[in-house]
C-alpha cells in the first residue's frame, strides 16, 4: 500500500522501523475499542506496543480515524481508539465505507490483517479470533476473520478462538479453508480464556525458530495464500466452573435480548467481564500481553 494514497497514513516508528528493516508486528484495535472495558483497555494497548519494542520489532496498532486508515497509531491516537464514543467495529467489508464517509473505526482480525498484509506486514497479535458461532446451523454465524484469513499471508498468534463460539465447527472450518494451525508448546486447541478447549492439534511447535522455518516452508510451496495460526495457550486459565457459568448465562441472555450479528462477540465479552469478578479481564490481558511476545518474536526470527 503506497503513502501516497491519501486514505493511508503510517506512523513515525512504523516508518522508521521499515527503514532500518527492523520487523512490524502489527496489532488489532477492536479489542481495545469493544474488547476490553475502560480505563483499562489503554493501559493494555499501551503496554502491548511496549511488549514489541522489548522483544525487537515495531508495533503497527491498526485502526481507522476520521476516515484515514493508520497503520501505527500515536499516542493520542490510540488514546481516540480507547476512549472516544463514534469508534465502531470495523471488519474488512466495511473498511471502504468507514474510509469514504471519513468515519473512525476500530478493526478486528479480518480487517486489521487484510490491511496488515496491503501495508507489507505479516505478523500479527490478538488475543482470540472470531470463528463458529454455537447455533451456526441455524443463524449462519461465523466470523468474517475465518474467510479474510483463508486468503492472507499472516502469521496470527492468538489464544485460540473464544470459548463462546462452537470450537469444533471452528476448527473444521478452518481446515475447509486451508488455514495453517499449530499449537505453541501444546498438543491442545486454547480456548482463549482456558489452555484447553478440549480438542486437539496435529502439530505443535516449541519457539520462535521453528515456526520461522515453516514460514519459509510454506513460501517454498506456495501454501502461504492463506494464514498461519499460531494457537498460544494463557497459562493460568479462569476458573472453569466461573467460566462455564458465566459462559452459560451470557449466551441465554445474548438470545432473550436478541443480540445479533457483529453485537454478539463483544456482547458476550463484556458479559464476561462484568460477571467474572474480573477473572477474565485478568485473563483476557494476560492473553494479548503474552501473544504480544511471541508474535514480536517469531517477526524477528523469520527476519533472519
Ligand atoms: N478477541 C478478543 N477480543 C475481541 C475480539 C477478539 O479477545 O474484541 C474481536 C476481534 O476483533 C475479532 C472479533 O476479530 O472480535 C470477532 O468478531 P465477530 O465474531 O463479530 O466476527
Ligand atoms: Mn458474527
Redesign the pocket.
Known sequence: MSEKFPACKFSTEVLEARRAGTPIVAL????I????PRPINLDVAQEVEEIVRMHGAAPATIAVLDGVVHIGLSSVQLRDIANREDIV?A?SRDLAITVAKKNSA???????AHLAVLSGIHTFA??????V?RGANQSF?????LTALSTLDITVV??GV?SI?DVGATLERMETLAIGLVGYRTQSFPG?YLTDSGFSLEHQVNDAKEIASILSARRVLGTNRSALIVANPVLQQMDRTLHDKVLASGLALASEQHII??????FL?EHFHSHSDGESLRV?IE??KSNAALAADIAVASAH
Open positions: 488489532e484495535s477492536t479489542i475499542s469493544h474488547g476490553l467495529k471488519s476500530a478493526t478486528t482480525v479480518a480487517a486489521t490478538t488475543g482470540g479470533l472470531g470463528g458461532h454465524d461465523e466470523s468474517a476473520d492468538c489464544a473464544k463460539l482463549f450479528g457483529k453485537e454478539v462477540t463483544p465479552l483476557n492473553i494479548i
